[in-house]
């Protein structure tokens, strides 16, 4: 599985952004997808996750009602929609994809065996 991130730029504070995943090498129906984040000299902290059915979405609280993640399979793409953005939302955010999870499982990098490329995100203030 290849995951090709893509999006990512430079906004103000307020503003929104679109980042897509392109998978290729199997159906993004047939694994569970996520988003993460990485600031320098942290690690990636889960941001969204899709489980295979693509009825179940869950995110965490930091970004809860402001970002969405929703996968389209004809085009085998999962996005995340950023709304409102802050500046603490700076971060270059990473797409993942592993097998079928458990809840609890969703938010841990080690969970997923493949990784896109990651696609920077700057919000000014």
């Known amino acids: 599985v290849q995951l090709q991130a893509s999006g990512g730029g430079w906004v103000q504070t307020g503003g929104s952004l679109r980042l897509s995943c392109a998978a290729s090498?199997?159906?993004?129906?047939?694994?569970?997808t996520a988003w993460f984040r990485q600031t320098p000299g942290k690690g990636r902290e889960f941001v969204a996750a899709?489980?295979?059915?693509?009825?179940?979405?869950y995110s965490s609280n930091s970004v809860k009602g402001r970002f969405t993640i929703s996968r389209d399979n004809a085009e085998n793409t999962v996005y995340l929609q950023m709304n409102n953005l802050k500046p603490e939302d700076t971060a270059v955010y990473y797409c993942?994809?592993?097998?079928?999870?458990?809840?609890?499982?969703?938010?841990?990098?080690?969970?997923?065996?493949?990784w896109g490329q990651g696609t920077q995100v700057t919000v000014s203030s």
């Open positions: 993942a994809a592993g097998p079928n999870l458990i809840l609890s499982s969703l938010p841990s990098a080690e969970r997923y065996h493949y």
């Open positions: 090498g199997r159906p993004v129906s047939t694994l569970t």
């Open positions: 899709i489980r295979r059915t693509g009825t179940n979405t």
